[in-house]
């Protein structure tokens, strides 16, 4: 593509997600994300009415007299996404790919989070740490995250998102909301990685998959391979047990997913391309702000 024809669909791409972003979800968002803790503003003297357990006993040890610590509501929030880039992000049967579906909801959320005053970054990876953006405000931090969504080249074949979880413990100091997005296949072994981040931060798990990820084609005899692993397999497609055997992976495979986040007390998401991801996100905001 040229560089007109990649500012043409950025552009595309903002105009919408900019719209959704000022007319339906600004509310929603704000009432489940903001205002989740407190954080030290000051010291002052004590008066009569505060509360004793507000008191500073050290500063109040050595000014020989009462203070208390002030506290205001932390209103500004650091969004990280957590973007898989593997090859298996590339697959799409529709208009979309997983990886151009997935850019759509992080342009929405991410216009959301800075018209609410938030920061908003992104580390990407496979079976590496790809890229990593930190949170950032204005609309030409924005402009440059979709267009590494839609365009960045990972060298990474595989997909490790044990990694992925422990580079955001490090890297976020503060308490911030993570949206783990990725389509989890062969996600393995990642829920001791997700529960120490969750012991500090806000963390979400979105899952995207292809509708025809879930039903074999049938199609007879097939050649299948593994984009992540390079495996290749010669199946019947048209094969009534084996239609039955994959159906039966997919279900208790999403049933796997789904456990491990509700283990590690984060919420969890799965949204197929070409569903109506607005609906969705809209109806998981309101059931996260009646739970606060």
Same mark, same amino acid.
């Given at each position: 593509?040229?560089?007109?024809?990649?500012?043409?669909?950025?552009?595309?791409?903002?105009?919408? @997600?900019?719209?959704?972003?000022?007319?339906?979800?600004?509310?929603?968002?704000?009432?489940?994300? #903001?205002g989740?803790?407190?954080?030290?503003? %000051?010291?002052?003297?004590?008066?009569?009415?505060?509360?004793? #357990?507000?008191?500073?006993?050290?500063?109040?040890?050595?000014?020989?007299?009462?203070?208390?610590?002030?506290?205001?509501?932390e209103?500004?929030?650091?969004?990280?996404?957590?973007?898989?880039?593997?090859?298996?992000?590339?697959?799409?049967?529709?208009?979309?790919?997983?990886?151009?579906?997935?850019?759509?909801?992080?342009?929405?959320?991410?216009? @959301?989070?800075?018209?609410? %005053?938030?920061?908003v970054?992104?580390?990407?990876?496979?079976?590496?740490?790809?890229?990593? $953006?930190?949170?950032r405000?204005?609309?030409?931090?924005?402009?440059?995250?979709?267009?590494?969504?839609?365009?960045?080249?990972?060298?990474?074949?595989?997909?490790?998102?044990?990694?992925?979880?422990?580079?955001?413990?490090?890297?976020?100091?503060?308490?911030?909301?993570?949206?783990? $997005?990725?389509?989890?296949?062969?996600?393995?072994?990642?829920?001791?990685?997700?529960? $120490?981040?969750?012991?500090?931060?806000?963390?979400?798990g979105?899952?995207?998959?292809?509708?025809?990820?879930?039903?074999?084609?049938?199609?007879?005899?097939?050649?299948?391979?593994?984009?992540?692993?390079?495996?290749t397999?010669?199946?019947?497609?048209?094969?009534?047990?084996?239609?039955?055997?994959?159906?039966?992976?997919?279900?208790?495979?999403?049933?796997?997913?789904?456990?491990?986040?509700?283990?590690?007390?984060?919420?969890?998401?799965?949204?197929?391309?070409?569903?109506?991801? $607005?609906?969705?996100?809209?109806?998981?905001?309101?059931?996260?702000?009646?739970?606060?």
């Open positions: 593509m040229t560089e007109k024809e990649i500012f043409k669909k950025i552009i595309k791409v903002e105009i919408y @997600t900019r719209f959704l972003a000022d007319h339906f979800f600004a509310g929603r968002y704000s009432s489940s994300f #903001k989740r803790g407190i954080e030290f503003a %000051n010291v002052r003297p004590y008066v009569f009415g505060d509360d004793v #357990k507000t008191i500073d006993w050290n500063i109040t040890a050595r000014m020989n007299y009462p203070y208390v610590k002030e506290f205001v509501e209103r500004q929030l650091s969004i990280l996404f957590l973007v898989d880039l593997s090859p298996s992000m590339l697959f799409g049967t529709g208009e979309k790919t997983k990886r151009e579906f997935v850019t759509e909801i992080v342009a929405l959320l991410s216009w @959301t989070a800075i018209r609410n %005053n938030d920061k970054g992104v580390a990407f990876f496979t079976d590496r740490i790809e890229k990593y $953006i930190p949170p405000k204005g609309r030409f931090h924005i402009l440059r995250i979709i267009r590494e969504l839609l365009y960045f080249a990972p060298s990474g074949e595989g997909s490790s998102f044990s990694s992925a979880l422990e580079f955001a413990s490090r890297v976020l100091k503060k308490r911030s909301v993570v949206f783990c $997005i990725s389509d989890f296949l062969n996600a393995q072994n990642f829920e001791k990685n997700l529960r $120490i981040l969750r012991q500090k931060h806000d963390v979400i979105i899952r995207i998959l292809d509708p025809k990820e879930k039903i074999l084609p049938d199609c007879g005899l097939c050649e299948i391979a593994d984009t992540e692993t390079g495996e397999l010669i199946l019947n497609l048209s094969s009534p047990a084996i239609k039955k055997t994959w159906e039966k992976y997919v279900k208790g495979d999403e049933e796997r997913i789904k456990k491990t986040f509700a283990r590690a007390s984060c919420n969890y998401l799965k949204i197929d391309v070409g569903e109506d991801y $607005i609906a969705e996100l809209l109806k998981f905001f309101k059931l996260r702000a009646k739970r606060r």
